[in-house]
């Protein structure tokens, strides 16, 4: 079992930058990827990106990538999303995923492991 641990979340202000980080713990050694996804309320989970993580090879959605960036630490079993010009439409609970392996990044069902989430408000 793999625990993953979501940090970060927190209010700030449009335009604003915030990182948040995910901490894996328990059998680390079978992580082949990981990722964030981010849900409002009432809607589907929003794949944000991904990260392979022993090649550092990312991934994101089309409508994520010129603002976030996913990156890894292996040494310390830790992922991380660098979120930069955030806008109120941001707002959300951002989940850390591990999967031990994948068919695709971008899919809920590739990812058997899930942070409790962190939430991220931004503010107009």
């Known amino acids: 079992q793999v625990q993953l641990v979501e940090s970060g979340g927190g209010l700030v202000q449009a335009g604003d930058s915030l990182r948040l980080s995910c901490a894996a713990s328990?059998?680390?050694?079978?992580?082949?990827?990981m990722g964030w996804f981010r849900q409002v309320p009432g809607k589907d989970r929003e794949y944000v990106g991904g990260?392979?993580?022993?090649?550092?090879?990312?991934d994101y959605a089309d409508s994520m990538k010129d603002r976030f960036a996913v990156s890894g630490d292996n040494a310390l079993n830790t992922v991380y999303l660098q979120m930069s010009s955030l806008k109120p439409e941001d707002t959300a609970v951002y989940y850390c995923?591990?999967?031990?392996?994948?068919?695709?990044?971008?899919?809920?069902?590739?990812?058997?492991?899930w942070g409790q989430g962190t939430q991220v408000i931004v503010s107009s």
């Open positions: 995923v591990a999967a031990g392996s994948i068919y695709t990044l971008k899919s809920t069902s590739s990812y058997k492991y």
């Open positions: 328990g059998e680390t050694f079978m992580i082949y990827a």
């Open positions: 990260i392979i993580m022993g090649s550092g090879t990312t």
